[in-house]
């Protein structure tokens, strides 16, 4: 049982930036893929950024490459993301999950999920 505690959201004009970061306890943190997520109001969960167990693989969507890194330590057990140039339409609650098959898209197919930070970018 892998459990996951997202924290760094928060309130930011357009342009701004903000680093997520996902804290892991329980399993083999090193062992699962990582993803970020997020759900704004009235919208599907949609996947953001993706990073394989060793780091050394990354996936974003078009719209946010360039802008968002994610990254992660192993040894602290932790996942971050990035987020540089923030738009309005970004405005959403955002997940990290876990799972320990690579590449993984859906929602649907991560094991884990954490609380949620909600993200909010002012115009």
């Known amino acids: 049982q892998v459990h996951l505690v997202e924290s760094g959201g928060g309130l930011v004009q357009a342009g701004g930036s903000l680093r997520l970061s996902c804290a892991a306890s329980?399993?083999?943190?090193?062992?699962?893929?990582m993803g970020w997520f997020r759900q704004a109001p009235g919208k599907e969960r949609e996947i953001v950024a993706a990073?394989?167990?060793?780091?050394?693989?990354?996936y974003y969507i078009d719209s946010v490459k360039g802008r968002f890194t994610i990254s992660r330590d192993n040894a602290r057990r932790t996942v971050y993301l990035q987020m540089n140039s923030l738009r309005p339409e970004e405005t959403a609650v955002y997940y990290c999950?876990?799972?320990?098959?690579?590449?993984?898209?859906?929602?649907?197919?991560?094991?884990?999920w954490g609380q949620g930070t909600q993200v909010t970018v002012s115009s």
């Open positions: 990073i394989n167990q060793s780091g050394g693989s990354t």
């Open positions: 329980g399993g083999t943190f090193r062992f699962y893929v």
């Open positions: 999950a876990a799972d320990r098959l690579w590449l993984q898209l859906s929602p649907n197919a991560y094991d884990y």
